[in-house]
């Protein structure tokens, strides 16, 4: 049974540990003071259903991967493969956990903590359960009931830099609580404090802190598709190619308004806009970012930097 009590001692502990929440090292995103760390990959989505490891989209491409990897630069090489096509289908899921890799998951961990029935689980507490509407064809919108009590909803918080999250307790299997809804924890950590599963709203990937016979054992795994990590690890920066084509592309915005990216995988088209005053950077999809060419922290270049990869990566459907 899940308990809604909030632990401010186990929240605590986790806390502490995060202080420097997702400096760009990989394990940042899990608590410090364990002696290894796993990096799980979520999978990505063949046109038929099926789930497909990162390996797989990277050696499809021709693209080494490495525990370092980023998916979108596995998924779009800087030339066309010698298969002949690019690997085609859905990126990751971000934030979640497959159900498949969730049970899975639950099967390895339960043998490596001595409290199974004593777990912590911090929830993201943005994902909107409380204002999601259910829309039917000419009737008006109706409030889906919230799954989160609303003395939850008012309580206290698991805090860290940039997030909030509601906290439960429960059994290890109370990770699959909310699956009907696509979801699994942020975090959750037995009361032995010998694992700890991270993850964040924003990432294709989770991370597994634990002893180094649990990460042997999910780097061994034919399930999961898991890479040991250090502690400093970093996510790998964008390809040359890639860096060089955005790089035109901002020149291209900033003369000329306009800009053309041809990658493997599509053409991008980008255009930079006046609107009332305010600077916008609009992409082939119609999505607009409104620009501060006055910021005096980061000037109009980095800014169209920074856009023009995201709205890459959207345009081309790699996340």
């Given at each position: 049974?899940?308990?809604?009590?909030?632990?401010?001692?186990?929240?605590?502990?986790?806390?502490?540990?995060?202080?420097?929440?997702?400096?760009?090292?990989?394990?940042?995103?899990?608590?410090?003071?364990?002696?290894?760390?796993?990096?799980?990959?979520?999978?990505?989505?063949?046109?038929?259903?099926?789930?497909?490891?990162?390996?797989?989209?990277?050696?499809?491409n021709?693209?080494?991967?490495?525990?370092?990897?980023?998916?979108?630069?596995?998924?779009l090489?800087?030339?066309?493969?010698?298969?002949?096509?690019?690997?085609?289908?859905?990126?990751?899921?971000?934030g979640?956990?497959?159900?498949?890799?969730?049970?899975?998951l639950?099967?390895?961990?339960v043998?490596?903590?001595?409290?199974?029935?004593?777990?912590?689980?911090?929830?993201?507490?943005?994902?909107?359960?409380?204002?999601?509407?259910?829309?039917?064809?000419?009737?008006?919108?109706?409030?889906?009931?919230?799954?989160?009590?609303?003395?939850?909803?008012?309580?206290?918080?698991?805090?860290?830099?940039?997030?909030?999250?509601?906290?439960?307790?429960?059994?290890?299997?109370?990770?699959?609580?909310?699956?009907?809804?696509?979801?699994?924890?942020?975090?959750?950590?037995p009361?032995?404090?010998?694992?700890?599963?991270?993850?964040?709203?924003?990432?294709?990937?989770?991370?597994?802190?634990?002893?180094?016979?649990?990460?042997?054992?999910?780097?061994?795994?034919?399930?999961?598709?898991?890479?040991?990590?250090?502690?400093?690890?970093v996510?790998?920066?964008?390809?040359?190619?890639?860096?060089?084509?955005?790089?035109?592309?901002?020149?291209?915005?900033?003369?000329?308004?306009?800009?053309v990216?041809?990658?493997?995988?599509?053409?991008?088209?980008?255009?930079?806009?006046?609107?009332?005053?305010?600077?916008?950077?609009?992409?082939?999809?119609?999505?607009?970012?409104?620009?501060?060419?006055?910021?005096?922290?980061?000037?109009?270049k980095?800014?169209?930097?920074?856009?023009?990869?995201?709205?890459?990566?959207?345009?081309?459907?790699?996340?």
């Amino acid at each position: 049974m899940v308990d809604w009590t909030f632990d401010a001692v186990e929240v605590g502990w986790m806390t502490e540990r995060l202080a420097k929440f997702w400096d760009r090292r990989l394990a940042a995103i899990a608590p410090t003071g364990f002696p290894a760390y796993g990096r799980i990959f979520h999978p990505a989505q063949a046109a038929d259903g099926t789930w497909v490891r990162w390996s797989t989209v990277a050696d499809h491409n021709g693209v080494p991967m490495t525990a370092t990897s980023d998916f979108f630069h596995l998924a779009l090489p800087a030339s066309v493969p010698t298969v002949g096509t690019v690997w085609t289908g859905d990126p990751p899921q971000i934030g979640t956990l497959e159900r498949h890799q969730a049970e899975h998951l639950i099967d390895v961990l339960v043998s490596h903590t001595s409290t199974p029935n004593a777990v912590t689980f911090a929830l993201w507490d943005g994902l909107g359960w409380d204002h999601a509407a259910l829309v039917r064809p000419g009737m008006p919108p109706a409030l889906v009931p919230d799954p989160i009590p609303p003395s939850v909803r008012r309580g206290p918080r698991m805090r860290i830099p940039g997030r909030d999250y509601i906290v439960y307790t429960g059994a290890i299997g109370d990770a699959l609580r909310w699956m009907r809804k696509h979801q699994t924890p942020h975090f959750w950590w037995p009361r032995d404090h010998a694992w700890v599963v991270a993850g964040d709203v924003d990432l294709p990937w989770s991370i597994v802190a634990g002893s180094p016979e649990l990460i042997d054992r999910l780097v061994q795994d034919t399930v999961l598709e898991v890479m040991r990590i250090s502690a400093a690890d970093v996510l790998d920066s964008e390809p040359e190619w890639l860096t060089r084509a955005v790089s035109q592309a901002v020149q291209d915005l900033i003369s000329d308004h306009a800009a053309v990216i041809a990658t493997s995988c599509g053409t991008v088209f980008l255009c930079l806009s006046n609107r009332g005053n305010e600077w916008w950077l609009v992409s082939g999809m119609g999505s607009m970012t409104r620009l501060s060419p006055d910021n005096p922290n980061r000037s109009l270049k980095e800014q169209l930097s920074s856009e023009a990869l995201t709205a890459l990566i959207a345009q081309l459907g790699l996340y």
